[in-house]
Nanobody, 126 residues
Framework: VQLQASGGGLVQAGGSLRLSCAASGRTISRYAMGWFRQAPGKVREFVAAISRNDVITYYPDSVKGRFTVSRDNAKNTLYLQMNSLKPEDTAVYYC????????????????????WGQGTLVTVSS
């Protein structure tokens, strides 16, 4: 499966953006999917994930209540709705997926995902 992230841009603090991750080659309806981000000089970190059956979503405390992950199986696309953005959310955002059946504690791990998009830059100005 090929993943292509888009939707990044420049936004003021307090604003919103919706990132998209379009999949091709295979349907992602049975994939666990995740979003990660990497700020300059920092390691890549977990942002959100959704289980294969869309029942469970995962977020770190830093984005919980502000970000929402979802998918549209008809469009074979993953989304990340980001509200109340803060300057510290500035980073390149990557989508990722795996066909593996993940235990709950593995959704946050970079090594759990087999397929990665190219990244889209989100810049939040203060």
């Amino acid at each position: 499966v090929q993943l292509q992230a888009s939707g990044g841009g420049l936004v003021q603090a307090g604003g919103s953006l919706r990132l998209s991750c379009a999949a091709s080659g295979r349907t992602i309806s049975r994939y666990a999917m995740g979003w990660f981000r990497q700020a300059p000089g920092k390691v890549r970190e977990f942002v959100a994930a959704i289980s294969r059956n869309d029942v469970i979503t995962y977020y770190p405390d830093s984005v919980k209540g502000r970000f929402t992950v979802s998918r549209d199986n008809a469009k074979n696309t993953l989304y990340l709705q980001m509200n109340s953005l803060k300057p510290e959310d500035t980073a390149v955002y990557y989508c990722a997926g795996t066909q593996s059946l993940l235990g709950s504690r593995y959704y946050t791990g970079i090594d759990s995902y087999d397929y990665w998009g190219q990244g889209t830059l989100v810049t939040v100005s203060s």
